[in-house]
């Protein structure tokens, strides 16, 4: 794990399975949440590290404490969609992700999200984030929206 990334971006891609959908064939809005999750872990992989590796290791926890999403446009079966996932801020015991779901051959803006996320022991008392993790979230802080041109969609 080094401290060396930059502003860290993590796009990742997925094909919507029947099982996401309602009955119209609309990805149940529910799914997004998940979506942002897979995001969020892969995020933390590209930064060198996972999940797995705070808690077994340094029995730190990262607990969703606020989730928005804002939908843009319906997202259908079997579109493949990009996760794009990035941080947004990171204090000392408080992590913001953001995210943006794109439809992947139009790169169609389908949703908007943020996750606010609190540190915790294994007992969900309140814990600082150790300095190795701390250094390397700080470092790949992106301040702003990423720079890439989206077309919005007005559906």
Not at 116 to 141: C, G, I, Q, W
Request: glycine share 4%.
């Amino acid at each position: 794990m080094s401290a060396n990334h930059r502003s860290v971006l993590n796009e990742t891609r997925l094909r919507v399975r029947y099982a996401e959908t309602d009955q119209m064939g609309v990805v149940y809005h529910s799914n997004h949440f998940i979506w942002f999750e897979v995001g969020r872990v892969e995020l933390m992989r590209q930064m060198g590290f996972s999940y797995r590796d705070l808690e077994r290791d340094e029995g730190r926890f990262i607990a969703v404490a606020e989730a928005k999403c804002q939908y843009r446009s319906p997202v259908f079966y079997d579109e493949e969609v990009v996760i794009r996932t990035w941080l947004k801020s990171v204090r000392d015991s408080v992590i913001v992700f953001n995210y943006e779901l794109l439809r992947a051959d139009a790169d169609t803006l389908l949703a908007e999200g943020e996750t606010l996320h609190l540190v915790t022991d294994s007992n969900m008392k309140l814990a600082k984030l150790p300095e190795k993790y701390l250094k390397v979230f700080r470092s790949a802080v992106h301040r702003k929206k990423p720079e890439k041109e989206i077309e919005r969609s007005a559906h």
